[in-house]
């Protein structure tokens, strides 16, 4: 699976963002999917996933009703709402596609796209 990341920016605090990501390859819709972030001198953390169907999702508490992650597995994308930005939220975003919906390691990875919120 090829997955490109497309979207960030640079927007102030309470602002909103809509990440994309485009994917190509092995059969989309059989996928989990994934965003992660790591932010400068710090881990790389989970940020939200959907299940293969859309059925599902889950979220990191740092951005738990203030994320929404979506699908369409028609066009082979992902998508991250990201609402009420906070400069905490910034950080290189990356997508992610896995079997699995809970993978600490996703077994694909897009390119990354950066988020920067100013305060």
């Known amino acids: 699976v090829q997955l490109q990341a497309s979207g960030g920016g640079l927007v102030q605090a309470g602002d909103s963002l809509r990440l994309s990501c485009a994917a190509s390859g092995r059969t989309f819709s059989g996928y989990a999917m994934g965003w992660f972030r790591q932010a400068p001198g710090k881990e790389r953390e989970f940020v939200a996933s959907?299940?293969?169907?859309?059925?599902?999702?889950y979220y990191a508490n740092s951005v738990k009703g203030r994320f929404t992650i979506s699908r369409d597995n028609a066009k082979n994308a992902v998508f991250l709402q990201m609402n009420s930005l906070k400069p905490e939220d910034t950080a290189v975003y990356y997508c992610?596609?896995?079997?699995?919906?809970?993978?600490?390691?996703?077994?694909?990875w897009g390119q990354g796209t950066q988020v920067t919120v100013s305060s």
């Open positions: 959907i299940s293969a169907g859309g059925g599902n999702t």
């Open positions: 992610t596609a896995d079997r699995w919906i809970l993978a600490s390691n996703p077994s694909y």
